[in-house]
């Protein structure tokens, strides 16, 4: 339902989540996470650019959480890297399907679309944090 990248995006922030105050390097993560360095960096660098992240280089640097993003919900993250999510469309692809011309899966993927966007914006980042797991 969400992007690789996506799921990287949210695997790196609880990361972050579980070590909040705390500047990580980008090689820890890629360690911990099994991400690509590469592709974690790119990865970085988007939330980075749209302030979930800070960035510092150097002795002491890495990466770390910015103030407020422990508080912003998933949806936002998963938005950035997979884009605004289609709620009319069908997710079986069956034509025509819409709220007029329902397909036969219509009223039940509605109810399981609905409660996974509920989710998304519901859950925080902080959310993502092993020491946040029961």
């Known amino acids: 339902m ?4 996506a799921r990287y995006a949210l695997r790196t922030l609880g990361v972050l989540a ?12 890629a360690s911990q996470t099994g991400i690509p360095a590469n592709y974690l960096s790119k990865i970085l ?3 980075r650019k749209r302030g979930l992240v800070q960035s510092q ?10 103030g407020h993003t422990l508080s912003v ?4 993250v998963v938005e950035l890297f997979d884009g605004p999510r289609e709620t009319g469309q069908c997710v079986f692809e069956l ?5 007029s011309h329902p397909c036969p899966l219509h009223q039940r993927w509605e109810r399981v679309r609905h409660e ?5 914006s519901t859950l925080t980042i902080g959310d993502l ?6």
């Open 2 to 5: 969400i992007s690789q990248t």
């Open 18 to 29: 579980d070590r909040p105050g705390e500047w990580v390097l980008g090689k820890d993560m």
């Open 45 to 47: 660098n988007q939330l």
């Open 57 to 66: 280089k150097g002795w002491g640097g890495g990466f770390l959480l910015q």
């Open 73 to 76: 919900p998933i949806s936002e």
């Open 95 to 99: 034509q025509p399907c819409d709220a």
């Open 116 to 120: 996974y966007q509920s989710m998304l």
């Open 129 to 134: 944090g092993r020491q946040n797991q029961p």
